[in-house]
Structure formats: structure tokens, C-alpha cells
């Protein structure tokens, strides 16, 4: 066999590299995924939403390299950056180690939760690499049960792909979802939203309808001057 890293050949081993490319792989991504000591760091990061969990340390040259947002905090001297401690508001703990973990690494395993929280904290500091990611799982992880949650989540923050995608699930579970609980509250809060559900609904539905005559009476004129 041919390793696919260095291309020597080698005997079958259990990856399609050889055995010292699958070890320096491995060290590599040791190296990447290391929890940074605290006592090296020379900036801490803290949840105000749970700041008795304790610091999140970091390095200022990650945090400025990954986001715009921290670049321009620190480049201005503003009193974070010349403390060392930035709280970071209406976040928790588990997000925050989760936003830090992911800036060194580019890893996350996500859950629902995790993925709305990051998402928002992503586009805030503009982690574009993050905020797709967690984009891409909200869309790929849609179903009728999640879908007011992640709708009005993604209005909040105009995700049209999100909103597009949530709409469809939405439109196609419409009788589920208007006897739960969340679209109750939802019309008691936000009534523009679903106002907005209505209009996909209705502008879905009645273009099959109209699709369904076109195919079953081909010849009838059904819209005026558009004949088929």
C-alpha cells in the first residue's frame, strides 16, 4: 500500500497512511486540541451569566486572529484589554469554554442548544467559520419539533438560509404546531411572525392548488390571459 501522506509504501495498517504519518497526525492534533494552562495565558475570559464557574484563559494573539471583534478591542486599548479580563455578557460558561475550544481547535460537538447560543456569539464577534458551522447543523438538524425555536431564533439575527428552512418545516406541520405552547406565545409576543408563518402557508398551499389544476385541467383557462 501507499501512504497517502508521504507516499512510501508500507504494509496494511489500519488508517491509509503508514504508521509514523498516523502517529504524527495524531501528535498534531494533540498539540492542536491542548488545554492552554492558565499560568501561560495573559488573558481570562468570564461568563457574566455564570461567573462563579470561573475564568476561561486564553491568549490575546488567538483571540485577535480568529475575530475582528477582539482584534479591535485590543488594538484600541480599551479596559478589557488593558485589565486582562473580559467578561462577555448573556452567555454561559459551557458556551463560552465552547466559543474558546473552537478558536483554537476549529472543533465543536454540537447539540441543539449549544448550536443556537454559539451562533449567536459567533456573529457577534464575527467568527464566520464558527457561525456557518453552527448554521449548517441547525439547518441539517430541523424537524417540526425545533422549528418555531430555531424560526424565531433565526429572525432575531436575519439567517435567512435558516428562516427559509425552518419555514418549510413549519408550513408543513402547520396543524401539529398551532396547538403547542410555543405557538402560542409566540403569536402573544411576536404576532408579526406569525403573521409572516400565514403568508408562507398560504402562499405554498394555494401554488399546489394551482399546480394541481394546472395538471388536471390542462386546457381550462384558469388565471386570466395564462393559459395551460
Not at 108 to 121: E, H, R
Not at 127 to 138: A, E, G, I, M
Request: with cysteine.
Amino acid at each position: 500500500m501507499k501512504c497517502k501522506s508521504c507516499e512510501c509504501s508500507f504494509q496494511e495498517f489500519i488508517t491509509d497512511t503508514c504508521k509514523q504519518c498516523d502517529e504524527d497526525h495524531k501528535a498534531k492534533v494533540a498539540f492542536l486540541t491542548a488545554t492552554q494552562p492558565a499560568s501561560f495565558s495573559d488573558v481570562v475570559l468570564f461568563a457574566s451569566d455564570d461567573e462563579a464557574a470561573g475564568p476561561v484563559p486564553a491568549h490575546k494573539a488567538v483571540l485577535v486572529s480568529r475575530s475582528p471583534v477582539f482584534r479591535a478591542m485590543f488594538e484600541n486599548e480599551m479596559e478589557e484589554s488593558l485589565s486582562g479580563t473580559i467578561k462577555i455578557g448573556e452567555v454561559s460558561y459551557r458556551t463560552l469554554g465552547a466559543f474558546v475550544n473552537f478558536l483554537y481547535t476549529a472543533e465543536v460537538c454540537l447539540d441543539q442548544q449549544l448550536a443556537y447560543d454559539l451562533f449567536v456569539m459567533a456573529e457577534k464577534y464575527q467568527v464566520q467559520r464558527l457561525k456557518d458551522y453552527c448554521q449548517k447543523f441547525l439547518v441539517s438538524n430541523l424537524n417540526w419539533d425545533n422549528s418555531l425555536l430555531t424560526y424565531t431564533l433565526a429572525h432575531r439575527h436575519n439567517a435567512k438560509q435558516i428562516i427559509d428552512a425552518a419555514l418549510t418545516v413549519i408550513t408543513d406541520n402547520m396543524d401539529k404546531l398551532t396547538s403547542r405552547k410555543e405557538y402560542t406565545k409566540l403569536k402573544e409576543k411576536d404576532p408579526q411572525l406569525v403573521f409572516e408563518i400565514y403568508e408562507a402557508f398560504l402562499s405554498r398551499h394555494s401554488s399546489f392548488s394551482f399546480v394541481r389544476m394546472a395538471r388536471t385541467e390542462p386546457k381550462k383557462n384558469i388565471m386570466g390571459p395564462f393559459i395551460f
